[in-house]
């Protein structure tokens, strides 16, 4: 069976330097090691006329979305249907998860819930074994004008079950790097086993409720082959869990990096702060740690309490001073606009971040999306202001919330303030009209 898949990224910003999507390239993966065909597109890179050639001669659609997208999604399915009634377009993701019977709804022959890989495999058999898409496992789909949901299907245990995500369907990586940014995308874990209130329940529906690692083998022969074969040594982690593992992890990934010949790559991640210690940084740095992102949200240890992010104020500015004093670079993501922020909040954000000295900075807007218990927070306190999808978008929103203890400019003022505090950031221009932007919900 042919298929294409597409990452509906049409037309729409990026900030910062566009990622790849893997999700669809470890379905990719999946579909080809099954005998069946694959083509790919990113609509943020690739043309749309190039998806309208592609799909004249294909036997199935497959579109991954987050709710931001969801639009734009339907806008491709939309344009796909004119031309291919018939042609069964499916679609998988965050949305398809979180909304799946809105998604069917909306003119989707199927939508997937959770994991992608299997129940993409098995709606492209069901449809050479002539079996309806609501009777596969992990899907739902119309039954006349009833949505109809498939039996429920659990997550793989073990994530080495399933091939490295297919880069070969990405004609040129080049296209994803910016400004001599040369990061290729990684995945080691699924799943958060932390409760903050801007990512849970979400997170757990779409990767299950417990962290599951893919082995330090499994990793770095996947690095070693992306240097082989793309000639790219640098790596991005986009996981939030990577560091669960501890220094016993990295010990023997460091064995297997070794192993692979991949001595001399490099790669940042994410982490929290109170997970940072002098062994472990020490231990990551031998296998090629250059820089960390860290979650560091507010300077509010009663924002930080109110987002259940739980860490102290005193493990962010210990994290940021072992980094410094082990030459790791850092990343401090920031959010601004808690409901229950007041303007000494934003001060004392502005003033940790200036204390902890980070080399890059990013901040975003608290947004009540579906799927979040900010979301549910905001629906009962009747402060969600999100009129359309791309409202939900938390890197280029204003006023998702109704703020009734801080005005637009002092969330204003202090985005620019931290933006001053950090010199070296990338992306200083894109962050002063995001910051500058914050006034229009005056």
């Not at 799946?100 to 709606?123: H, I, Q, S």
Request: with cysteine; charged share 25%; proline share 5%.
């Amino acid at each position: 069976m042919n298929v294409v898949l597409i990452y509906p990224r049409w037309d729409y910003p990026t900030f910062g330097q566009i990622q790849e999507p893997l999700g669809l390239l470890h379905i990719g993966a999946v579909l080809k090691a099954h005998g069946h065909t694959a083509k790919f597109f990113d609509l943020a890179v690739d043309a749309i006329e190039l998806v309208d050639e592609a799909v004249a001669d294909v036997d199935l659609v497959g579109i991954s979305s987050s709710t931001v997208l969801f639009g734009r999604a339907c806008k491709v399915l939309n344009r796909i249907k004119e031309k291919h009634p018939d042609l069964p377009v499916i679609i998988g993701g965050p949305h398809a998860t979180l909304e799946t019977e809105d998604a069917v709804l909306k003119g989707f022959d199927a939508a997937v819930k959770g994991e992608g890989e299997y129940t993409a495999l098995d709606l492209v058999e069901a449809i050479q074994n002539g079996t309806p898409f609501y009777e596969v496992a992990g899907a739902a789909a119309k039954k006349g004008d009833e949505v109809v949901f498939g039996p429920e299907r659990g997550f793989e245990p073990d994530l080495d079950t399933f091939p490295d995500p297919d880069r070969t369907l990405i004609d040129d990586y080049s296209k994803y790097f910016d400004n001599d940014i040369e990061f290729v995308g990684m995945m080691a874990t699924r799943g958060c086993p932390y409760n903050c209130l801007f990512c849970k329940p979400m997170l757990d529906y779409m990767h299950g409720p417990k962290v599951r690692a893919r082995s330090p083998k499994r990793i770095a022969q996947e690095m070693a082959n992306i240097s082989k074969t793309l000639g790219y040594k640098k790596f991005l982690f986009k996981d939030d869990t990577m560091v669960l593992g501890g220094v016993e992890w990295f010990v023997e990934f460091e064995r297997e990096l070794a192993s692979a010949g991949l001595t001399d790559s490099s790669w940042i991640c994410q982490a929290r702060v109170d997970q940072i210690s002098v062994p472990l940084l020490e231990q990551m740095k031998k296998c090629g740690l250059e820089a960390i992102a860290f979650g560091v949200e507010s300077g509010s240890q009663k924002v930080l309490d109110f987002f259940r992010k739980g860490i102290k104020i005193e493990q962010t500015i210990k994290a940021f001073d072992l980094c410094h004093e082990y030459g790791i670079g850092t990343l401090a993501f920031v959010m601004l606009g808690a409901p229950v922020e007041t303007r000494e909040d934003l001060e004392a954000t502005v003033k940790l971040v200036e204390r902890i000295r980070p080399d890059c900075l990013s901040f975003s807007i608290a947004t009540p999306g579906p799927g979040n218990a900010l979301h549910e927070y905001a629906i009962k306190n009747k402060i969600r202001n999100v009129a359309s999808a791309e409202g939900n978008d938390y890197q280029y929103n204003t006023a998702p919330i109704n703020l009734s203890l801080v005005t637009a400019e002092d969330v204003s003022w202090a985005a620019h303030a931290i933006i001053d505090a950090v010199p070296t950031t990338y992306y200083k221009d894109e962050l002063r009209v995001r910051a500058n932007k914050l006034l229009a919900c005056s």
